[in-house]
């Protein structure tokens, strides 16, 4: 007898061929029948109407040690998310120690009661096999955190025996399971390394057939210099290259895409592996402490405010602050109106959340950049915000190119409690329905069948895992059942906190985990370890 029949739903396998009417057979937590199934089963499910796809998979998330605290992974889950993939932008949860700040772990994991315990990425997984968790869990390791344990956040070359304590570390997190290697280039202390210091760490990884996924060193004018960048890691490396969420930000850079996806396909071409990612909003989400200076981060938090605190080296910054406001980056990405601050710690900063730093300038009667630094100095240095600098013809662009698949770039949060704080981006709760949504259903971006290959099959291949993301015989179950004609990101800039409608069933390793937008309480997710 089959554990599971899923009856008269309408196929999308994630290969990106045509659907199909048939019905799927699960036993023991894999599909074991497809096509029309007459076999009795404990339990049938009423597809009618419905795509039966397998489960998407984020290949870009942030979620990393939060599972313990959301072991649901709700934001995710429910807009049937079955695969988290974290430790990207160069910032993963383990390895821990060294040279790096002491730290027991986020704040959220604070709030959560939770404790920190792992050092090697070995223990870390470990942890995640102790504790239940709904949907699948898989990690690359971060460059910028390989880093700070070695070096530090120092604004330096590291030396000879740094950089083989660098290459250890990222040996030992592939062979506990990582699947490779990310970077984030434009933050510290990832953005002190050279290429070559990248590139040895990636042929480590590229020995275990291990990935290199990159934040790239710029986004904006420079964009296609960066693809240069990755492209040549990827080559002199011999690790597949991952673009992650690929866009130009900007408005006096939109189109740049155009030529830096042309450079993808010509690598292709030649016989590189590369692909990108992209989530599918004009807005991106990262720290307000991005817009200063890379010097002024030498050292980390504590001493990014000592700078800010001294009023010669402040002066400095904000002399390099209004050198980009004038001419830079923030002048070609529209100004100060296109950053919108997303979280703030300190409750009299909490009217801050969801204005633009222009806004709140104009409120306080001083210059956006006087602003901003003031906000980060009483802030500790940590700001949330969201930079409106995406142009919409560009998402399209990127979205239709045969080498990009879908990720979030978002950690799953939760519908109430401390992950719910300020203005989160709305690509965690919408991301993957959004795509479903609007640019498929509704704008023609894509088709159904190219839209689910690209959160299901594509990253799959791209992760090097052969038993999940498309529907097939002795694969595991992960499966997302929802109405095509329904289904929809709700959640907004202003509102983020909202669920994505449509989504009927989320079942993980043949477990419903989501029926009708109800957790069932089932925690049958994995962690998965590459090479595994």
Same mark, same amino acid.
């Given at each position: 007898m089959l554990d599971l029949l899923i009856r008269n739903g309408f196929v999308v396998d994630g290969t990106g061929k045509p659907g199909f009417a048939a019905d @799927? #057979?699960?036993?023991?937590? &894999?599909? %074991? *029948?497809? !096509?029309?199934? =007459?076999?009795?089963?404990?339990?049938?499910?009423?597809?009618?109407?419905?795509?039966?796809?397998?489960?998407?998979?984020?290949?870009?998330?942030?979620?990393?040690?939060?599972?313990?605290?959301?072991?649901?992974?709700?934001?995710?889950?429910?807009?049937?998310?079955?695969?988290?993939?974290?430790?990207?932008?160069?910032?993963?949860?383990?390895?821990?120690?060294?040279?790096?700040?002491?730290?027991?772990g986020s704040s959220w994991l604070k709030e959560c009661g939770i404790t920190a315990s792992w050092r090697s990425m070995s223990e870390f997984l470990d942890v995640l096999?102790?504790?239940?968790?709904?949907?699948?869990?898989?990690?690359? @390791? #971060?460059?910028?955190?390989? &880093?700070? %344990? *070695?070096? !530090?956040?120092? =604004?330096?070359?590291?030396?000879?025996?740094?950089?083989?304590?660098?290459?250890?570390?990222?040996?030992?997190?592939?062979?506990?399971?990582?699947?490779g290697v990310s970077t984030g280039l434009i933050y510290p202390p990832g953005c002190y390394a050279s290429t070559e210091e990248v590139i040895e760490l990636c042929k480590v990884a590229a020995r275990y057939r291990g990935i290199y996924a990159t934040h790239m060193r710029n986004e904006a004018e420079a964009v296609v210099e960066a693809v240069e960048e990755a492209l040549r890691i990827g080559r002199e490396s011999g690790a597949g290259v991952q673009?992650?969420?690929?866009?130009?930000?900007?408005?006096?850079?939109?189109?740049?895409?155009?030529?830096?996806?042309?450079?993808?396909?010509? *690598?292709?071409?030649?016989?590189t592996d590369v692909f990108a990612d992209q989530y599918p909003y004009i807005a991106t989400s990262t720290g307000l402490g991005i817009m200063l200076p890379n010097w002024a981060h030498d050292g980390g938090t504590k001493a990014l405010v000592a700078r800010l605190s001294d009023p010669v080296q402040r002066a400095a910054i904000r002399e390099a602050v209004m050198q980009d406001t004038e001419h830079g980056y923030i002048s070609a990405s529209g100004g100060w109106d296109t950053v919108v601050l997303s979280s703030l710690k300190?409750?009299?900063?909490?009217?801050?959340?969801?204005?633009?730093i222009a806004r709140i300038a104009e409120r306080l009667n001083k210059h956006p950049v006087d602003t901003a630094l003031d906000?980060?100095?009483?802030?500790?240095?940590?700001?949330?915000?969201?930079?409106?600098?995406?142009?919409?013809d560009d998402v399209n662009t990127v979205m239709r190119h045969p080498a990009v698949v879908i990720g979030s770039d978002a950690t799953a949060r939760t519908f109430e409690g401390p992950m719910?704080?300020?203005?989160?981006?709305?690509?965690?709760?919408?991301?993957?329905?959004?795509?479903?949504?609007?640019y498929t259903r509704d704008d023609g971006i894509l088709t159904l069948e190219q839209a689910v290959a690209k959160m299901t099959g594509m990253p799959a291949r791209r992760l090097g895992i052969v038993d999940r993301g498309t529907i097939a015989r002795s694969n595991w179950a992960d499966l997302t059942i929802f109405d095509p004609g329904a289904i929809e990101d709700t959640a907004t800039f202003e509102n983020p906190v909202r669920a994505a409608g449509g989504i009927r069933y989320v079942i993980v390793n043949g477990e419903a985990i989501?029926?009708?937008?109800?957790?069932?309480?089932a925690m049958p997710g994995k962690v998965l370890r590459h090479g595994r």
């Open positions: @799927v #057979g699960i036993k023991d937590g &894999r599909i %074991v *029948a497809l !096509g029309k199934v =007459d076999e009795p089963a404990a339990r049938v499910l009423d597809a009618d109407g419905c795509a039966v796809a397998p489960g998407f998979i984020d290949i870009h998330s942030h979620t990393d040690e939060m599972v313990l605290a959301n072991p649901r992974c709700e934001s995710k889950s429910t807009q049937g998310v079955t695969l988290e993939v974290s430790g990207n932008c160069g910032d993963s949860s383990a390895p821990r120690g060294g040279k790096q700040p002491h730290t027991d096999d102790s504790n239940p968790m709904a949907i699948n869990f898989a990690t690359l @390791v #971060g460059h910028g955190t390989v &880093r700070e %344990v *070695a070096v !530090g956040y120092d =604004d330096r070359v590291p030396t000879d025996e740094e950089l083989d304590e660098m290459r250890r570390l990222v040996q030992e997190a592939m062979e506990a399971g990582a699947f673009i992650s969420h690929h866009k130009a930000c900007g408005v006096k850079n939109w189109g740049l895409v155009k030529e830096s996806l042309a450079l993808i396909d010509a *690598a292709r071409a030649q016989g300190k409750e009299h900063n909490k009217y801050c959340e969801g204005l633009s906000l980060l100095l009483d802030e500790g240095g940590g700001i949330g915000m969201m930079h409106f600098v995406i142009g919409e719910t704080k300020g203005k989160p981006h709305p690509r965690a709760y919408g991301t993957f329905a959004r795509v479903l949504g609007k989501l029926e009708d937008g109800a957790f069932t309480g």
